[in-house]
């Protein structure tokens, strides 16, 4: 899988997404939204509706095999997104197949504790999460670390709604590096 997604189930976290996305784009990353349904159509946990880039099947026709760390698979939290996000087999399977391969996977809320937690070798991997959803991580020898933001190899991980901005700003370090990240964040005024 070659590009920057952001994948969007029913119940997603409208702040963890589209600040994510926003920040991205000041960073110069064509990311792109997906809809985990046939319906470019998704409404937010706090009911917001948003039109995704791509529907589904527009996103699994456009498949490029091969993936590198600049390569990022994005979930955001909320519920029930997470837990919509994390019940798709299919996009599981992907998504392990993008880590395996070389690809980055960046969650933050709880996807890392529903979505990230289904990743093969997690064995010592720092993360970070929405309390109550370290467990799974746990679980799979994950280390927890409750900061804002973390980046180790290619995982990313963000606490919660309030973190967004920091987490965007892993991105933009893994795939466009340091100095595109901290212009992005001077121009923030944060």
């Given at each position: 899988?070659?590009?920057?997604?952001?994948?969007?189930?029913?119940?997603?976290?409208?702040?963890?997404?589209?600040?994510?996305?926003?920040?991205?784009?000041?960073?110069?990353?064509?990311?792109?939204t997906v809809s985990?349904?046939?319906?470019?159509?998704?409404?937010?946990?706090?009911?917001?509706?948003?039109?995704?880039?791509?529907?589904?099947?527009?996103?699994?026709?456009?498949?490029?095999?091969?993936?590198?760390?600049?390569?990022?698979?994005?979930?955001?939290?909320?519920?029930?997104?997470?837990?919509?996000?994390?019940?798709d087999f299919y996009?599981?399977?992907?998504?392990?197949?993008?880590?395996?391969?070389?690809?980055?996977?960046?969650?933050?809320?709880?996807?890392?504790?529903?979505?990230?937690?289904?990743?093969?070798?997690?064995?010592?991997?720092?993360?970070?999460?929405?309390?109550?959803?370290?467990?799974?991580?746990?679980?799979?020898?994950?280390e927890y670390t409750?900061?804002?933001?973390?980046?180790?190899?290619?995982?990313?991980?963000?606490?919660?709604?309030?973190?967004?901005?920091?987490?965007?700003?892993?991105?933009?370090?893994?795939?466009?590096?340091?100095?595109?990240?901290?212009?992005?964040?001077?121009?923030?005024?944060?």
């Amino acid at each position: 899988m070659k590009g920057v997604f952001v994948f969007l189930a029913d119940g997603f976290e409208e702040i963890e997404a589209l600040a994510t996305v926003d920040i991205l784009r000041r960073g110069g990353i064509d990311v792109k939204t997906v809809s985990i349904s046939h319906d470019r159509t998704v409404r937010g946990a706090h009911g917001i509706p948003v039109v995704a880039d791509w529907p589904r099947d527009e996103f699994d026709g456009c498949q490029i095999p091969g993936s590198g760390p600049e390569d990022v698979m994005i979930f955001p939290g909320g519920m029930p997104g997470a837990k919509n996000l994390a019940e798709d087999f299919y996009l599981m399977e992907q998504m392990r197949e993008h880590f395996t391969n070389g690809g980055t996977v960046a969650a933050i809320c709880a996807a890392p504790g529903l979505v990230a937690s289904q990743l093969p070798n997690l064995e010592g991997k720092k993360f970070t999460c929405y309390d109550g959803f370290e467990e799974a991580l746990l679980n799979e020898g994950a280390e927890y670390t409750g900061e804002p933001a973390v980046t180790d190899g290619n995982l990313i991980t963000g606490r919660g709604p309030g973190c967004a901005v920091r987490f965007a700003l892993e991105i933009i370090r893994k795939v466009k590096g340091n100095e595109v990240a901290e212009k992005v964040f001077a121009g923030l005024l944060a």
